[in-house]
C-alpha cells in the first residue's frame, strides 16, 4: 500500500479552496469528489467516513483533520485533500477549527496498511512548513507541490 501522500493523491481529488460551514459538508464535498475519482458511490464513501467520525474525532489538532475510512470495491488507497477558506469544528484535540482537510480511503481488509498509511499523512501534516505553505496555496499545482515535496523529505 502506498503511503506517499503524492502517491495517494495521483487518482484522488485536491480542492485547493472551499467554503463550507461545517464538519458534515467538508466531508460531503470531499466525499462527492472522490467517488468521482473512485467509481464508488457518494453515499457509500460518507457512510462509511461518518460512521467513523462517530468514533471519535479526526481533528489531530493545528487545523488538520484527517477523516478516514475502509471502503469495499476499492482497489488501492487514495486520497483527498481540501483547504477550508474558514476553519470548521472537527471537535480536534487542541479544539482548534480545522482548515486542512486530507481524506484517507481504503481497501477493506487493508488494516495494517491502512493505519501505516494514516501515519504518513499525520507525519507530514505535523511539519509546520507543509501546512504553512498549503495554507498559502492557491491552485491544484500548487498544493501537489508542497505535498510532493514534503513526500518525498518528510
Known amino acids: 500500500m502506498a503511503t506517499d501522500l503524492s502517491a495517494l493523491l495521483q487518482n484522488g481529488v485536491i480542492i485547493p479552496l472551499q467554503d463550507v460551514p461545517s464538519r458534515k459538508q467538508a466531508i460531503h ?6 467517488s468521482v475519482a473512485t467509481g464508488i458511490g457518494p453515499r457509500v464513501i460518507e457512510d462509511a467516513v461518518m460512521e467513523r467520525e462517530r ?16 471502503l469495499p470495491g476499492l482497489e488501492k488507497p487514495v486520497g ?22 486530507f481524506m484517507l480511503l481504503a481497501p477493506d481488509g487493508s488494516g495494517a496498511d491502512h493505519l501505516r498509511a494514516l501515519a504518513q499523512v499525520s507525519r507530514v501534516f505535523r511539519q509546520s512548513a507543509v501546512r504553512d505553505g498549503l495554507r498559502k496555496a492557491r491552485t491544484v ?3 501537489r ?9 518528510g
Open 29 to 34: 464535498a470531499l466525499c462527492e469528489a472522490l
Open 55 to 70: 468514533l471519535g474525532s479526526t481533528g489531530v489538532g493545528e487545523g488538520v483533520a484527517i477523516p478516514h475510512a475502509r
Open 80 to 101: 483527498g485533500f481540501m483547504r477550508l477558506l474558514h476553519g470548521v469544528d472537527f471537535e480536534a484535540i487542541d479544539e482548534r477549527p480545522c482548515d486542512l482537510v
Open 141 to 143: 499545482e500548487d498544493v
Open 145 to 153: 507541490a508542497v505535498i510532493c515535496k514534503e513526500s518525498v523529505s
